[in-house]
């Protein structure tokens, strides 16, 4: 039995995760969840998994979570030193995070300081501080092992390999919604054109950065600390099928693909699941429902996003902290209708140019550049 905890649990991934949870009974035992504002989907949650731990984060919501868990043993908290505690639970062995945004970054922190094997789901944590959460992975002798599908997939083609064999990666991208399209019909998409996904059902935020491809390139900086790799060893290539999760290239020229449908919970079970595979009832592939694969070269011309993560990960120190923050402000922006899709990468660009370089940032400097950087975003988005 292995226990965990889940922080994000109400959002796309969270859910799917109580899914794997629920089909494996024997497997895992849920210790403690988190949500930020949802309070009726986690009381839900609560009541059916019984953890020992929920935490709101938005505080207002604290007492509709307590009164209604008051005739179980769950113990309520709010805020965000509770997340914290959440994630560095004793009895813990694994920690999902699945929080979305820079907010993940200080629960992560404390399960690593804890000792608490990490299943990520939280891109954004690597893309802020990557080089302060490697390291103290290493140093508390803690695994991370990545819940994106993509990364997944390059994680399990590196079972059994040396880091030093890997010459290179290729991230597939499905394209998102507007694959092919110009600059001149992206001027004009609609918060919902954009929030319809082809392939994966995901939150908001992650749709919307997946159709201006800025999932993509935050995907390339995380996986640069992952793997431990240079801007020069990570190419993103699309592949509408979205059934080539990753391929991983060899100093020999072979190549390894991880293959399968494209579903959130075969990452997520093989995250719960390390280092063994245990059977699912799952959808199998099936090679004939899928008679062509197809490859295309990113459009990092049209879809500025994807060039400015590169930019960003060759910049390195608090950069790509920097397009992380502005980025969640103008998705924000976007979904409440006051930026176009064009101009989300506008301000993003602007936030580079204008927020102080750190080359060597700690964690309070990555803390103040998000700060600073979504001040001057939100500025930005509300001329």
């Keep these: 039995?292995?226990?965990i905890s889940i922080l994000g649990s109400t959002g796309s991934v969270g859910t799917?995760?109580?899914?794997?949870?629920?089909?494996?009974?024997?497997?895992?035992?849920?210790?403690?969840l988190t949500a930020q504002s949802n309070a009726s989907l986690l009381i839900s949650q609560a009541l059916a998994f019984e953890p020992v731990l929920v935490v709101i984060g938005d505080e207002s919501q604290y007492l509709v979570v307590k009164s209604a868990l008051a005739g179980?043993?769950?113990?309520?908290?709010?805020?965000?030193?509770a997340l914290c505690e959440a994630a560095a639970l004793t009895e813990v062995d694994l920690v999902l995070t699945a929080i979305v945004g820079s907010a993940g970054l200080r629960p992560t922190i404390a399960a690593i300081e804890a000792g608490k094997d990490i299943a990520l789901a939280n891109k954004e944590t690597?893309?802020?501080a990557g080089d302060l959460i490697t390291s103290l992975a290493k140093k508390h002798g803690v695994n991370i092992i990545p819940v994106d599908s993509e990364h997944s997939a390059i994680f399990q083609c590196l079972v059994g390999e040396g880091n030093e064999a890997l010459e290179k990666i290729y991230l597939t991208a499905s394209g998102g919604p507007f694959r092919g399209k110009d600059r001149e019909f992206?001027?004009?998409?609609?918060?919902?054109?954009?929030?319809?996904?082809?392939?994966?059902?995901?939150?908001?935020?992650?749709?919307?950065d997946s159709a201006s491809l800025m999932n993509k390139g935050l995907e390339v900086i995380e996986a640069k600390w992952l793997f431990d790799l240079d801007a020069d060893q990570i190419d993103v290539i699309v592949h509408p099928q979205s059934v080539i999760h990753s391929i991983a290239q060899f100093k020999?020229?072979?190549?390894?693909?991880?293959?399968?449908?494209?579903?959130?919970?075969?990452?997520?079970?093989?995250?719960?699941?390390?280092?063994?595979?245990?059977?699912?009832?799952?959808?199998?592939?099936?090679?004939?429902?899928?008679?062509?694969?197809?490859?295309?070269?990113?459009?990092?011309?049209t879809f500025r996003n994807l060039d400015l993560a590169y930019t960003a990960l060759r910049k390195g120190g608090n950069m790509p902290c920097i397009i992380n923050a502005a980025n969640e402000v103008v998705v924000n922006a976007f979904l409440q209708d006051k930026i176009g899709f064009l101009e989300m990468s506008e301000v993003i660009e602007n936030c580079m140019e204008e927020i102080g370089f750190i080359e060597e940032p700690g964690l309070n400097n990555y803390l103040e550049t998000d700060?600073?950087?979504?001040?001057?975003?939100?500025q930005l988005v509300t001329k």
């Design 1 to 3: 039995m292995k226990n």
């Design 16 to 32: 799917q995760a109580l899914a794997v949870v629920q089909a494996n009974p024997g497997l895992y035992k849920v210790l403690a």
């Design 72 to 81: 179980t043993s769950v113990r309520v908290l709010a805020g965000e030193e």
């Design 126 to 128: 690597l893309v802020v």
């Design 186 to 208: 992206l001027a004009n998409v609609t918060k919902a054109q954009a929030l319809k996904h082809p392939n994966w059902v995901m939150g908001a935020k992650i749709t919307i």
């Design 252 to 301: 020999d020229g072979s190549m390894k693909a991880q293959m399968g449908v494209p579903d959130m919970k075969l990452p997520i079970h093989y995250a719960f699941a390390y280092p063994q595979r245990i059977s699912t009832d799952f959808k199998r592939f099936n090679f004939l429902e899928y008679p062509e694969l197809t490859f295309y070269p990113a459009d990092n011309k």
């Design 371 to 378: 700060y600073h950087t979504r001040i001057f975003a939100n």
